[in-house]
């Protein structure tokens, strides 16, 4: 029999997010031959609509059906999955706020290996998985050697694979529900309440051409000023990564990534800006990126298209000057 | 509200450039500086305001070599009252779920409402705080941004999820958080801080001490191994731009202009 490696799928409104499709690359990836399973929890008509979308993707696909999962608590579902899980499974979710609040739990509650954050895979050989994981920010990178003999479960990291779109099956939907919710919806110690919507600032990044978005690398916040010249002489907006937000020197709406906003600029400049995955996953469009950073190694020369390296403190006034210039 | 909150401590990507040694065993140890990891940061200040407010204790906690005293002195100079160093020969080459049960075995041994980690560390796995609430059997919530102490035996906490959006929730106690930065403001501290707390003595408690066996942390419980460091081959990495101030400024200019990065 084929091995049955298991992909959990987010989805939102009644669709899948993009990460389904990539989950079904990484599976190919630790087996080209593994019979893929998607599992979908959620309740009612949305469910089943995302279901049908995805099932075409899945050689199976398990729902668990529950009005409690109308919004998905992961201490509720870890149990729920613990009961339906194979032992020594092999399951894929994404490595995002949910897969981190949901996986590392249900590795120890499986007794599974863990392997959090892989955004690069080289098979298995002897029941021992190869992944690819990054430390530091993204600074350096490690190869893995895990031992999958008990079952494995990997958080990937979403953007990391290729979507997979070729695969084109019969759609098997398996209710899961009722095995998995055996004792009724486990008593939840933690309970959701709301979600509480992101604040809006006095500008709006996601719809801004030119963005000169700053990062760490500023130091302090009174040189914010000199950004705030060069935006103005561009006719740019400014954003930022996340601890400028933490610190409080601009508002939360500015901040570019994944628990930021998500861009589409044209143009996106990035001074002292790492390039934290977290923040290139908030930058969509495949803008020009051009970065400005004094560490020749800082992973944003790998994103970007074009870099300079040098301390923005000084970079960043001489190049307002100049066009400020230009501009008469 | 009695609080125990894990720190590590990791080399500073502010401070440093990371760069893999020559054979690629490990990073360059030599002339790194070395600080609290910045998460955990941000839940000692949490831990000690939840304190300020209600009352009780914050211990910090760390599992590591016994520069690891450092990291715990710092955060008593914030404020934090009792600290911990855990370190034993034993636990070299633990993984993610090696320090979980070294932590579990610390936490058995008090009496905590309240354990709080960080979001991640250096090798931004984000594991421990999840693994130790499942070892413990306790509730759990991920990348914590707000909490609020409703009474004795519940609090109220905001995750932060995608797009800005903060998910509220209600959790019972004893629970375990991750914290998120950004959920306070942590304080600084100085040589004064530092010097108050200079000559406490701080606990190292051993392998023996918490009962924990070669099947629980270290190189032989493991499942996953870290086999080399490297840099990945610079693909199409950025075209970086060379020459004199003035020039490379003339050739973004021309850039800017080309996208429409100037208007
Ligand atoms: C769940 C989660 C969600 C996250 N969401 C986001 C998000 O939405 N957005 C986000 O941005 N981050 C996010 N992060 C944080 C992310 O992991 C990084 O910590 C963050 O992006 C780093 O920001 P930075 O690049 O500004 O700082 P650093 O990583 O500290 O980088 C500063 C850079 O500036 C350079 N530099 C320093 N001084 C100078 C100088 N004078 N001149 C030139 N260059 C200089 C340095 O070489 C370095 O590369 C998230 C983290 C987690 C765990
Ligand atoms: N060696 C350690 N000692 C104490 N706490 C740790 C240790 N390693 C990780 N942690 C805690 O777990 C959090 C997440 O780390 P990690 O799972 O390694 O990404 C950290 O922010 C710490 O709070």
């Known amino acids: ?328 | 509200m009695e609080i125990l909150v894990c720190i590590k401590r990791v080399p500073d990507t502010s401070e440093n450039e990371i760069e893999v040694n020559r054979d690629g065993t490990d990073i360059e140890r030599d002339d790194l500086v070395y600080s609290v990891n910045e998460w955990d940061n941000y839940a000692v200040e949490e831990a000690i305001q939840i304190r300020d407010k209600v009352g009780g204790s914050v211990t910090v906690v760390t599992v590591g070599d016994e520069e690891g005293e450092e990291v715990v002195r710092r955060e008593m100079a914030m404020g934090a009252d009792h600290g911990i160093l855990i370190s034993d020969e034993a636990f070299t080459g633990s993984d993610g779920k090696g320090i979980s049960a070294v932590l579990k075995a610390e936490v058995e041994k008090g009496n905590y409402d309240l354990i709080l980690t960080g979001a991640q560390a250096d090798d931004g796995a984000g594991q421990v705080g999840g693994m130790l609430a499942a070892m413990l059997d306790r509730p759990y919530a991920s990348l914590v941004n707000l909490i609020e102490v409703v009474d004795e035996k519940t609090i109220k906490v905001g995750r932060e999820i995608a797009g800005g959006n903060q998910e509220m929730n209600e959790i019972d106690l004893p629970c375990v958080l991750s914290i998120q930065t950004g959920i306070n403001e942590p304080r600084y501290v100085g040589i004064r801080g530092i010097r108050k707390v200079a000559s406490l003595e701080i606990p190292v408690h051993t392998a023996t001490e918490l009962g924990i066996g070669a099947d629980a942390a270290g190189t032989s419980a493991a499942r996953s191994k870290r086999l080399d460091y490297f840099v990945p081959e610079p693909g199409e990495g950025a075209e970086i731009l060379e020459g004199s101030t003035d020039e490379i400024i003339d050739k973004l200019i021309e850039l800017l202009k080309a996208k429409g990065g100037i208007k």
């Open chain 1, 1 to 328: 029999m084929a091995q049955q490696i298991f992909a959990y799928i987010l989805h939102k409104d009644g669709t899948a997010d993009d990460t389904a499709l990539e989950l079904i690359a990484a599976a190919g990836v630790l087996n080209p031959d593994a019979s893929i399973t998607a599992i979908v929890a959620g309740s009612g008509a949305e469910l089943d609509t995302v279901c049908q979308n995805i099932g075409p993707r899945f050689d199976e696909v398990w729902k668990i059906d529950h009005e409690a999962l109308a919004y998905v608590n992961a201490e509720v579902l870890r149990p729920a999955l613990v009961r339906i899980l194979p032992k020594a499974s092999t399951i894929l979710i994404p490595h995002e706020h949910f897969g981190m609040d949901l996986a590392p739990g249900l590795s120890v509650k499986l007794d599974a290996a863990f392997l959090p954050d892989v955004f690069g895979l080289e098979g298995i050989e002897n029941e021992k998985l190869k992944a690819i994981r990054e430390e530091f920010l993204g600074q350096v990178s490690t190869h893995v050697l895990c031992d999958v003999s008990n079952g494995v479960v990997i958080t990937v990291r979403p953007g990391s694979f290729k979507a997979d779109e070729s695969r084109n099956r019969d759609i098997q939907i398996v209710d899961k529900s009722a095995e998995a919710l055996a004792d009724g919806v486990p008593g939840s110690a933690r309970r959701y309440l709301e979600v509480v919507a992101a604040e809006v600032g006095d500008v709006d990044i996601t719809k801004s051409d030119v963005l000169v978005s700053v990062g760490r690398g500023i130091e302090d916040q009174d040189n914010l000023e000199i950004v705030f010249d060069l935006a103005k002489a561009m006719g740019a907006d400014v954003s930022c990564s996340r601890p400028i937000v933490d610190a409080k020197w601009l508002e939360k709406s500015r901040q570019v990534g994944t628990s930021g906003q998500t861009v589409k600029p044209k143009v996106y400049l990035a001074l002292g800006i790492s390039g934290a995955f977290q923040h290139l996953g908030g930058i969509k469009g495949a803008p020009f990126i051009i970065a400005v950073n004094k560490n020749p190694k800082a992973p944003i020369f790998q994103a970007a298209d074009v870099g300079v390296v040098d301390d923005i403190l000084d970079f960043i006034p001489e190049l307002t000057d100049r066009i400020n210039e230009i501009k008469g």
